[in-house]
């Protein structure tokens, strides 16, 4: 029987929202990402990722990128960002670049040469982009709950906005408040991984034989 370990990276609840929707959908078992290191994944065939989106980058994706050459390869990967302007390709492109091809690519060189470590690097960077399937959840935003660091950089980009038309809607979101949380829009999620599970199954059905 699949294993599967639904793992996320929260804080303002919206990813933790959506990670406990899949989790039940797919009868997978629930993980915060803060808490969990890659020993805990060892018994799960399939591991689902999701973190809220911050300048283009996945909330805590390093558990991901940086294991992926310590044994998650060898493990069916899917991942989600959750984010408000999800909706425009070119930042879809940009997230997916973000952390599957220059963050794994960081991680990897931070690594290279320590005792625990036995790859080369310059193998690794054959593949430019890591094989995940990445899928985008329109998120929330609440300017009331925003602190601290997040509160900063908002208002850095609100300010880079300026009165760009592109960026009017961004200005309406962050300004006045968004909720573009949609249950259904975990509906790939769900059924990639009920793909995987049927893949995996008839593998072991055909071994058998």
Known sequence: MNRIAVIYYSKYGTTRQYARWICDAVGGDLFDARKTKLKDLSDYDIVVYGGGIYSG????????TKN????LS?????CFGVGITIDKEENR???????????FVTDAKE????????FKASEL????????????LPGAYDPKKIKG???????????????????????????KGCD????DAIGEIVEAVKRQVMRDSAGRKVNLE
């Open 180 to 183: 573009l949380v949609d249950k």
């Open 68 to 71: 992926w050459y310590k044994g």
């Open 74 to 78: 060898e493990k069916k990967v899917i």
């Open 93 to 103: 492109e940009q997230c997916i670049a973000i952390n599957f091809e220059r963050r």
């Open 125 to 136: 960077f054959k593949e430019k982009r890591l094989p995940i399937e990445c899928y985008f």
């Open 57 to 64: 980058g996945i909330k805590g994706i390093e558990l991901i």
């Open 149 to 175: 660091i997040d509160k900063g950089i908002m208002a850095i980009t609100r300010k880079m906005i300026g009165d760009d038309p592109a960026g009017r809607y961004i200005l309406e979101y962050t300004g």
């Open 111 to 118: 690594d290279e040469g320590k005792e625990t470590v036995t």
